[in-house]
């Protein structure tokens, strides 16, 4: 596996105006430069806005493939994206969601993390992109990213490598889960 990570993406919580009501996000990350600590709940100068669905030591990190920004300039008409766009810390190449599975270990930079489950969207990504057709779109494309639980504290950086550590082939892949939910639910 030669899969690295693209871009560390970085955002505090801000307040947005949604449909005449003052919102609370995080989902407005921007790339940052150099090496980024790594620590149990996150990315240092990271936060989320609202703990009760993002963050936590279960979603501390999430990641997003870069290989998916083609399709959705694609399918949303050229639009910029940059890195982050999809409020991702990790911007990641060549790790996709049909071949990660729940429980697998990586080596991210110096640290160590589990992946725990795709995102699932909220109107906070129709916000971003200021279309709320947008959540839907994204559970039907099946391109959902995944969060990672931090085992083992660290620092990333653009560049660095994800290394395989131990893969859980016994459980269902990220993809599995997200199209299994996205049918019940």
């Known amino acids: ?12 919580p801000q307040i947005v105006q949604w449909n005449g009501n003052e919102i609370i996000t995080s989902i407005f990350k921007t ?18 806005a609202d703990l009760t669905v993002h963050g936590g030591p279960r979603k501390a ?8 920004y083609e399709f959705w300039k694609s399918e ?18 060549d ?3 049909n071949t990660v599975h729940v429980g697998d270990r990586f080596r991210v930079g110096t640290a160590e993390v589990m992946v725990t489950q795709p995102r699932f969207p909220c109107y906070k990504l129709g916000i971003r992109f200021c279309d709320m057709n947008m959540v839907r779109k994204f ?9 990672m639980a931090v ?26 889960v997200f199209m299994s939910q996205n049918e019940t639910g």
Do not use: C
Request: aromatic share 8%.
């Open 1 to 12: 596996m030669t899969a690295r990570i693209v871009s560390v993406n970085v955002g505090q």
């Open 31 to 48: 790339p940052t430069r150099g090496q980024v600590r790594v620590h149990k709940l996150g990315l240092e100068n990271d936060a989320q």
């Open 61 to 68: 990190i999430y990641a997003y493939p870069s290989e998916h």
């Open 76 to 93: 949303l008409g050229d639009r910029q994206l940059s890195w982050g766009y999809f409020g991702e810390n990790l911007t990641t190449q």
């Open 95 to 97: 790790i996709l969601e």
């Open 139 to 147: 559970q039907i494309s099946g391109r959902s990213g995944f969060y």
């Open 151 to 176: 085992k083992k504290d660290g620092t990333v950086e653009e560049g660095d490598m994800i290394e395989l550590l131990h893969q859980e082939t016994g459980n269902p892949t990220i993809t599995q």
